[in-house]
């Protein structure tokens, strides 16, 4: 399927930056409600990346597996509801790649400091693999690599940006892909860290 340089990947660079001083004041609002934290790994590691949701349900991580739950397991509390900024520019993104009925339930929030990064693995724990995902990239700069089926497929590289938005389309859905360790640089806006934002839907 991916012997061609990837495909049902939709590119926009740029597209979040008329969004960009709304979205971190909303993720501020985000993260002072549900904070941050280095999940665990169901291997008993801790993860590099530090994240958090908001949305109906949120991705975690613990000694018992990775899951969506819709209580955030640090406050006891639901997850903080999805900004309407956040919506507006996810739907925006998937209706240029031809999804203009996407509409997530799940927003995961990953903040990657230098050296941070997200080893080889599929996105599979939502039940809805006919919606794309969504993704946004601020900060720092970060290179993304996807393979296919197999975690042994070969690699391609993808670099992200401050700005860019991402749609990954139905049939990459379970491809594997990772984030390399993130460069130490300062970002003007943000500072010395990447967030990413990443849009699913999890329930049916
Ligand atoms: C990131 N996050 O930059 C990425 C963006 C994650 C994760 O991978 O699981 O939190 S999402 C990129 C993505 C999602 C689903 C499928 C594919 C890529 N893909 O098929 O390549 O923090
Ligand atoms: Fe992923």
Redesign the pocket.
Known sequence: RLSEP?TD?HYFSGLAFDFIDELLLEIDRVTKESPLRQMQTPGGYQMS?A?TNCGEVG?VSDKSGYRYSALDPLTGLAWPQMPPVFRQLASLAATKAGYPLFSPDAC?I?Q?LPGAK?SL???KDENDFSAP?V?V?LGLS?V?K?GDMKRSDKLFSIP?HHGDV?V?GKS????????SPIKSDNHPLLGQQ?I?L?FRKASF
Not at 172 to 179: E, G
């Open positions: 990837v990947f990346v994240m991705w995961l990953n990657y997200m693995h599929q996105d995902i993704s990239s970060a993304f996807i992200l991402v990954w990459l859905r379970l491809a594997y892909h990772s984030i990447r990413n990443t």
